[in-house]
């Protein structure tokens, strides 16, 4: 089966899970993008944006982060973004329980999608995708495993410019790293 079919199936499936939207509201986002990209962006889970039109990182964190992938050459067509949470927490952050669960499907849409990178943006999205939470000041900046690049949320960059000043470096590095990849 070609993967934009087995996409569209984890897509059907999160729509329908009920252990999904607990504790959570609006659209499901379950993910876009190109279903054969070579490297996904992680990140943690929806906001009001999101939300309201059912698409992954369209709000202001999502601004940044689109004029991040273009600036290091990539198309924002041959990327997917994803998060582990799809729906909009009621609480600001994800539970652990929030992101144990989504990690189910984020885990399916990964080993369909079979990306060389996997960007992971900030903490929620290292604990969705290693399973383990991780210092992300002590981590970012590099390949870790010959796969994951950990770096800030863009959220956290948006609220403080020292972060922003890192993950504008971390994002030169990404590029650094793919030409070397890809
Ligand atoms: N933050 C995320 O982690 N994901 C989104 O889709 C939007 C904001």
Known sequence: MNKSIELKKI???????????????GKAVVGEGNPNARIVF???????????????????SGQLLR???????????DVYITSPVKYLPNSKTPTQKDVEHGKTHLEKQLKIIAP?????????????VLGKAIVINKMHGKIIDSKYFVTFHPSA?????????KLLEDFKELKNALTIIF
């Open 11 to 25: 897509a059907v499936e999160i729509k329908k899970c009920k252990a999904c939207i607990v504790g959570k509201s």
């Open 42 to 60: 992680v990140g943690e889970a929806p906001g009001r944006k999101e939300a309201e039109t059912g698409r992954p990182f369209v709000g202001r």
């Open 67 to 77: 004029s991040l992938i273009r600036e290091i050459g990539l198309r924002e067509e």
């Open 116 to 128: 060389q990178i996997i960007v992971l943006l900030g903490r929620v999205a290292a604990l969705g």
């Open 157 to 165: 960059g948006l609220r403080f410019p020292p972060l922003k000043k």
